[in-house]
């Protein structure tokens, strides 16, 4: 009997999710709870056991480790016809996905990331069992937030010396054939870490150079924010007894030094930054994956990730790189079913293991904000009530800020400002306005700034034109504006800076050129953002100022790790600019 007649009892196949040369991926469902789980299904090929045992391994290691940020093995089964596994799933997308798409993280997503994987490995540094491969691969990111580790297909009890693991994040001790230790753990996360705020690995090149930079190259601590370094150039020690001694230490060490450069409030912000990076691959999560979105969990495109597939390419864990040649299958899975159903199952060894309770996990949106009506005119008409709106990731919200939108259609344009103030709204000749005033300052966009290009953009290829064409509408004395700092846009004839403002002083304005918008030989900057606060509300002219960039450039289609670039620089420069 082959292997894909072979079924584990109980269990009802519902499709198949991937195939691979050792074996298959199915979704299944329990017949006595009903409960949704994938199960891996590793062909035994004649007198080839080595697929089988190296699987049977993986299961031995993983059974040891008991923690919500590890998948959880389930149970491992035998027969004269193979060998199959079943483990949790989680319904999110794995790390190495989310830095794809977005690019570098926000230090406190970044530092969340690192704080809930962490906890992961310490569960498994307590029982003796270090991971050797931690990469953004094998972090997988719920819509909530939460990470979970998983992919236990090369750890290995402390004291191995088996060279194995991931070039990239491997600690020197790996590269020299040393014994692996929870040290060798933080490494590689820290390594992680470091990716997840610069958007980078710490050595690249090719083999050689990755090796030699591990082993002997200065650790590139000056690439990531001040606060952080610390934390950087400890986690990569080149020697094991120069970093934290585990997870739970490192751990430890991460709280003190996120606390003291972000605040108190840190973790709470990285969850709402994190679910919002996760919430936007909400396509890519399992059950999407596998037309069951809304049903609680497991599969679709991660089976074919397991079983290296030509799905693998795509999907939740389609960056992973897990090889079924190895049976590190880290990633098959149970997930949930009706509300409050169990599944008790025996390990290989007959124990029963614990009964997981299965529960639901929807892919949580980001939270709309309602939008406050922002009056157009003279003599305006009633307000329509806005819609709400999701802002985008790169944008958060301060507590004391509110989201307005001009009400005319023809001038349908949104801005953030202090959530006491009064918007209002004018237009005339091509030219209008939207504000919000309080006492303390404003801030104000300028819906159609019908302007000449030289005279912000005096070096733009649209100013060069202007004075090829017709010289009196672009003096050659154009000079570029004093104090600009550029904030690039991904985009060919697509420029934006920011500068400090002179009316009022010490404001601080964002313009964008963006091309194709002209009249006769003036060509229109717009739109332009000024915030005039002080210094203490300049979250909300970072609020301000990165929408408005976002949603200009996004819509022109910059990309995600653009977008992520310029609400760095924007946050980095507005706040010792204000007045």
């Not at 570098?104 to 310490?122: I, T």
């Not at 950087?232 to 970093?243: E, I, L, S």
């Not at 190895?326 to 079913?337: D, E, I, M, N, S």
């Not at 509408?473 to 000079?479: A, G, H, K, L, V």
């Amino acid at each position: 009997m082959d292997g894909d007649g072979w079924r584990v009892s109980g269990f009802t196949e519902i499709r198949e999710l991937g195939t691979g040369a050792q074996g298959r991926v199915v979704l299944a469902r329990h017949e006595e709870s009903g409960t949704l789980a994938a199960i891996k299904y590793l062909t035994r090929a004649d007198g080839d056991t080595e697929a089988v045992e190296r699987l049977r391994a993986e299961a031995r290691m993983l059974a040891r480790v008991s923690d919500p940020h590890v998948v959880r093995l389930y149970r491992f089964v035998t027969s004269e016809h193979g060998a199959a596994i079943v483990m949790e799933a989680v319904d999110g997308v794995s790390l190495r996905k989310v830095l794809d798409t977005h690019g570098a993280l926000d230090p406190e997503a970044a530092l969340l990331v690192l704080k809930g994987s962490l906890r992961g490995l310490a569960a498994a540094h307590a029982v003796g069992v270090v991971h050797r491969d931690y990469k953004p691969a094998n972090v997988i990111v719920r819509a909530d937030g939460l990470s979970k580790l998983v992919n236990f297909g090369v750890a290995a009890l402390a004291g191995s010396r088996e060279r194995s693991g991931t070039p990239a994040y491997m600690a020197p001790e790996q590269w020299a054939g040393g014994p692996a230790s929870p040290a060798t753990d933080v490494y590689a996360a820290t390594c992680v870490f470091f990716e997840c705020v610069t958007g980078h690995r710490p050595y690249r090149g090719d083999r050689t150079a990755v090796m030699r930079g591990h082993l002997h190259d200065p650790i590139p601590v000056e690439e990531v924010a001040e606060p952080l370094r610390p934390l950087v150039a400890r986690g990569m020690a080149k020697d094991p007894a120069g970093r934290p001694p585990g997870a739970l230490a490192l751990a430890e060490e991460l709280e003190a030094a996120a606390t003291a450069a972000y605040g108190p409030d840190w973790e709470q912000r990285g969850v709402r930054m994190l679910a919002a990076g996760a919430a936007a691959l909400a396509a890519l999560f399992p059950l999407a994956a596998a037309g069951m979105a809304g049903a609680g969990g497991a599969a679709g495109s991660a089976g074919a990730a397991l079983t290296g597939g030509a799905a693998a390419q795509t999907g939740l864990l389609g960056a992973a790189g897990v090889k079924v040649a190895a049976a590190a299958l880290g990633t098959a899975l149970v997930v949930a079913g009706g509300a409050g159903a169990a599944i008790a199952l025996r390990q290989s060894g007959g124990a029963a293991a614990s009964p997981p309770t299965a529960t639901a996990t929807t892919v949580q949106p980001v939270v709309p904000v309602a939008v406050r009506a922002c009056p157009f005119g003279i003599n305006p008409g009633p307000a329509a009530s806005p819609q709400p709106v999701r802002l985008p990731r790169q944008v958060r919200l301060p507590e004391d800020a509110a989201v307005y939108e001009v009400s005319d259609p023809y001038q349908g344009v949104r801005l953030i400002g202090p959530a006491g103030g009064e918007c209002t709204a004018d237009g005339g000749s091509g030219v209008g306005s939207a504000s919000v005033n309080t006492d303390a300052g404003d801030v104000y966009v300028e819906l159609y700034s019908r302007s000449y290009a030289c005279e912000y953009f005096p070096d733009s290829a649209q100013a060069a034109e202007a004075r090829r064409t017709n010289p009196g509408w672009c003096p050659d004395s154009s000079e570029p504006v004093p104090d600009r700092q550029d904030v690039p846009t991904g985009l060919q004839g697509y420029q934006a800076y920011l500068a400090v403002g002179d009316q009022p002083p010490g404001s601080v304005t964002l313009r964008m050129l963006v091309p194709g918008h002209s009249s006769g030989q003036q060509t229109a900057i717009g739109p332009m953002i000024t915030c005039a606060l002080p210094r203490s509300r300049a979250e909300i002219c970072i609020a301000a100022l990165t929408y408005r960039f976002v949603e200009i450039m996004g819509r022109a289609g910059a990309s995600q790790q653009v977008l992520d670039r310029a609400a760095r620089q924007i946050r980095a420069y507005v706040p010792a600019r204000l007045r």
